[in-house]
Every structure is written in structure tokens, then in C-alpha cells.
């Protein structure tokens, strides 16, 4: 099919003002050559590109949106779920900016009167070949998130690395230390979030550039245990049939991407647990944003303090597995283990469970059963009585046992929840006469860890 055709059975081209001198840029040129469905459209306007996008606009019946500092000025256009984004030509030289793109396949462009691939680089010939290659030595120097962009788009495409391009990244790896943490994260969330990105993980850590961007597990030496960490991950994610129902829903709902990217930088930096499954602590000084390195990414503050949980808590589930094999394991220690992590309890037991790779050491019990029992005791239990409401509130307690309010009463209130979330009380009259004997020595505080 020729790139006429394809533009006119476009429906996000069909509303294109056609006029001399207005391009196809980019990566609207490399899907529409691909068969994807276009929602971003990149324009190159090599006269007046706002009036141009005010026409554009006109016609969608909507407005153009200025985007960017004078000089880099990009007009956004958006209709629906589709985003137009109109921009001029540096010195009016299609080629020369062609030649500042990053790689031959986004290096490609197609005018609107007469189409016709436009393509310096052999963008199409590496679609074919399904191949990333750089359209010149310099670009990781001019921009070097764009280390990570091939990688990232490797795995978005199914692609490969050209291998002059990857020898490039080698080289060129120290360069990462000088891009801005926001578009580390953007990158990172984005390689992340792909069903399969343990491979690119790997040719990441042969080409000297994860270590550089996880700097703690670089140096403890646990960087590649990570690694295959991450990729039993996502082989336990692609088998959903051996694991809780509800786990499917965490990682492909609404903020699945997020929780993906949580999970996954949590396994590259977990501490890897020896062949006797004895709990293991953080990585010194990783579980803390202030000091680790991807503090410095600038994430928001809930995916901030995902991650924080879900590494600080790493070794919960082998504690409760220690407990389990010791024979103390009781429902007031799996509540207080619960309460540490909060609602990220099921990443950190699909993180043990990874970890446990195919089941046990020689002669010793296979935990995987155990951490399974955990996840139906978690969704199961434990949940539906955390969001059920207390039996008791602090207005109950001052009115029905004449206490005042003190740190003491605080400690009795939560010494009642604990009891309740462990199933060991039912009614507000046992909760009250749990607190009473709290408030008068008559009961112990359920034990802790």
C-alpha cells in the first residue's frame, strides 16, 4: 500500500489541512508505516506553523495550544483522544532536522501534498529489519536520555539493537549521570511497564548503563540477581493462573503501570534471600529517598512512598515464613507484619514469592505454598476487616470508660484494633471489655513481631 493510501484510510489524517510545505514527522511517520493506530501526530510547518494549527484547530472546532519557549514553540492541537502537535522547521531545512532526530526509524517524513517517505537514513529499511539505529554517532552526546529511549522503544516494537548502536551506548553510558531525574523516570516508568522488560534490563547492565542508574545494587554486587529477579516477576505476571485473582487486577487496572513500575524497581534493589530463606534488610540506604539514587527521579509522592514501603518492608514475608517454620506464627504477628506494609502487602509477597525461584533449597520446604496461603488470608481476611468499621473509637472509650486523653489511650485503642483485625474480637461489647481489661493490667497487649 502506498503512503497516500495509508494517510487517506487515516482517520486521525483525514482532517489535515493539505497544504505545500506541511510534513508527517517523526513518530507519526514510523506508526503510520507500522499500521498503528495514530493518537499522536507530529507536524513540520515550513511556513507560519501557528496559522496553520489555527486552521487545524478551526476545522476540529477546537483551540491551539502554545506549548514551549520562543525558538522551540510547538502548537497542540487536541481533539478527542487525539493530540495534533504542530511545529516549524529550523531554518527551513527538512533535512538538517531530520539529521538532529534520534534514530533512522523516528528520522523519517512525508509531505502532505504529493506524499512521498522522505527518509535520509533508511527509517524504513530498519522497520523492516526491525531494528534501532541511531542516525548518528552524535545523538546520544546531543541527548542522553536518548540511551534509554532505544532501549525503551526496543521493547515497545519488539525490536532490536543495531549493534553499532549498542556498542555506542556502552560508550557513551557515563552521559546518563547529566539527564534531569523527572525524564529518568519518564524513561524508566515507560521500559517498566512492558510485559517483558527483563531483557532489556540485562543488555542495559551489559552496556554499563543500569549500574549507573541504580548505583547501590551496582555496587553490592546484586545488580544481575536483580535482574532475574525482575524476570521471574514477569513471568509470574504472564502465568496469572498460578496466582491470587486479584493480582491480575493490581497490575492492569487504572494504575497498573504505576504499581508495575513499583514492583519491578523494587526487585532490581531487592536483597537477595539465601538458600535457608532467612529474612534479609534493605541494601544500605536504598529504602530512603533522601539518599538513594532514585530519590533523585523526582517521583510523585505516593509513587515515593510505594517504593520506600515495599523496599523498607522487603523481608516481611520471610519473617512470617521464619515464624511459620519456628511454629509461632499467630494471626496478631501476620497483622502487625500487614500493618508495616499497608495496602502494598501484596507486591512485596509476589516479590518473596519470585524470589523463591523454582521452590526450595535441597531438603527444605518449598515456601511458595506459604506465600500463596498469605495472599488468600490477605484478600480474603484481612482486607475486608481493615475497611470493615472499629468497634471501638476514642468517643467510646472517654464516654463508656471514664478515660481522658493520653498517649495511654491511644495505645489501648490500637491494642483493641489489633485484636479485632486478628479475629479475636466480633462485638462492641467485646471490644469494650477488652479495653477495660487493657486500662486495668488485666490483659497483655497482643504480642508484636
Known amino acids: 500500500m502506498t503512503i497516500e493510501a495509508l494517510i487517506r484510510q487515516t482517520p486521525a489524517l483525514i482532517a489535515l489541512p493539505r497544504r505545500p510545505g506541511v510534513f508527517l514527522v517523526g513518530g507519526t511517520v514510523r506508526d503510520l508505516l507500522l499500521g498503528k493506530r495514530l493518537t499522536d501526530v507530529d507536524l513540520a510547518v515550513l511556513e507560519a506553523p501557528e496559522a496553520y494549527a489555527a486552521q487545524l484547530a478551526a476545522r476540529l472546532g477546537v483551540r491551539a495550544i502554545p506549548i514551549g519557549r520562543p525558538g522551540r514553540r510547538v502548537w497542540r492541537v487536541v481533539a478527542g483522544a487525539t493530540h495534533y502537535d504542530v511545529a516549524g522547521i529550523p531554518e527551513g531545512d527538512l533535512l538538517h532536522d ?27 529499511r530498519d522497520l523492516a529489519l526491525r531494528c534501532i539505529r ?5 545523538v546520544f552526546a546531543a541527548d542522553p536520555a536518548r540511551l534509554l529511549r532505544a532501549f525503551r522503544l ?9 549493534a553499532g548502536t549498542q556498542a555506542r551506548i556502552a560508550a557513551e553510558a557515563h552521559r546518563i549521570s547529566s539527564v534531569a531525574g523527572e525524564r529518568i523516570h519518564d524513561e524508566v516508568s515507560k521500559l517498566l511497564a512492558l510485559p517483558a522488560s527483563a531483557p532489556l534490563l540485562e543488555a542495559m547492565a551489559t552496556a554499563g548503563l543500569l549500574g549507573r542508574l541504580l548505583p547501590e545494587a551496582d555496587h553490592a554486587g546484586t545488580l544481575a540477581q536483580g535482574v532475574r529477579l525482575c524476570g521471574r516477576l514477569e513471568a509470574s505476571l504472564a502465568r496469572p493462573a498460578g496466582l ?9 487496572g487504572p494504575a497498573g503501570e504505576r504499581n508495575l513500575f513499583g514492583v519491578k524497581l523494587a526487585a532490581l534493589l531487592h536483597t537477595p534471600t539465601g538458600p535457608d530463606a532467612a529474612p534479609q534488610p534493605p541494601l544500605p540506604g536504598v529504602a530512603d529517598p533522601a539518599t538513594a539514587a532514585w530519590g533523585g527521579w523526582h517521583l510523585s509522592r505516593r509513587d515515593t512512598s510505594a ?15 521464619s ?26 509477597l509476589l516479590l518473596a514469592r519470585a524470589a523463591a525461584g523454582d521452590g526450595a533449597a535441597p531438603g527444605a520446604e518449598d515456601p511458595r505454598p506459604f506465600f500463596d496461603r ?13 475497611r470493615s468499621p472499629r468497634l471501638l473509637s476514642g468517643k467510646d472509650a472517654l464516654r463508656e470508660l471514664g478515660l481522658s486523653p493520653s498517649p495511654a489511650l491511644g495505645r489501648i485503642l490500637a491494642a483493641v484494633e ?12 467485646q471490644a469494650l471489655e477488652a479495653a477495660r481489661r487493657l486500662a486495668a493490667g488485666d490483659l497483655a497487649p497482643p504480642p508484636g513481631k
Do not use: K
Open 418 to 429: 489489633r485484636l479485632r483485625l486478628a479475629g479475636r474480637l466480633h462485638s462492641r461489647a
Open 374 to 386: 498469605l495472599f488468600q488470608y490477605y484478600f480474603a481476611v484481612h482486607e475486608p476487616r481493615r
Open 98 to 124: 531530520l539529521r538532529r532526530r534520534d534514530f533512522t526509524i523516528n528520522a523519517m517524513a512525508c509531505p502532505l501534498v504529493e506524499p512521498a517517505l522522505v527518509d535520509p537514513f533508511g527509517g524504513r
Open 154 to 162: 526496543a521493547g515497545a516494537y519488539g525490536f532490536r539493537l543495531a
Open 244 to 252: 491470587h485473582p486479584r493480582l491480575g487486577m493490581r497490575f492492569t
Open 134 to 138: 541511531m542516525t548518528t554517532p552524535e
Open 307 to 321: 517504593l520506600a514501603t515495599i523496599l523498607r518492608c522487603q523481608s516481611m514475608a520471610w519473617e512470617l515464613l
Open 323 to 348: 515464624a511459620h517454620r519456628a511454629g509461632n506464627l499467630n494471626a496478631e504477628r501476620i497483622v502487625d507484619q500487614f500493618a508495616s506494609a499497608g495496602p502494598h502487602v501484596p507486591d512485596i
